[in-house]
């Protein structure tokens, strides 16, 4: 399963930092990403990381802030997000693909990201 923690309300071009804690995987295996979802909006692709720690991929949207990293001693994937802004407003989830796969079979529950003044 996949638990994400870390969010919360920032002022534009603060910074937060999601965690996605992971358990019940042979994670050598696998890509963790995070998508987005706002208000009125469809589920939105952020970044992902090969379990490895190579390939990692970013929206356009994001990069340059976003840093996507995974710690294989805690089994966590984290999301490092600065210089936010409003538009970075979201619900955010992290879910998890075998690496030979495209699609994502197990998703966290989200967790909300506020971006507001």
């Known amino acids: 399963q996949l638990q994400a923690s870390g969010g919360g309300l920032v002022q534009p071009g603060g910074s937060l930092r999601l965690s996605c804690a992971v358990s019940g995987f042979t994670l050598d295996y696998y890509t963790i990403g995070w998508f987005r979802q706002a208000p009125g909006k469809e589920r939105e692709f952020v970044a992902s990381?090969?379990?490895?720690?190579?390939?990692?991929n970013y929206a356009d949207s994001v990069k340059g802030r976003f840093t996507i990293s995974r710690d294989k001693a805690k089994d966590t994937c984290d999301l490092q997000m600065n210089t936010l802004k409003p538009e970075d407003t979201a619900v955010y989830y992290c879910?998890?693909?075998?690496?030979?796969?495209?699609?994502?079979?197990?998703w966290g529950q989200g967790t909300q990201v506020t971006v507001s003044s």
């Open positions: 990381i090969s379990w490895s720690g190579i390939n990692p």
């Open positions: 879910g998890i693909r075998p690496s030979s796969r495209n699609q994502y079979t197990t």
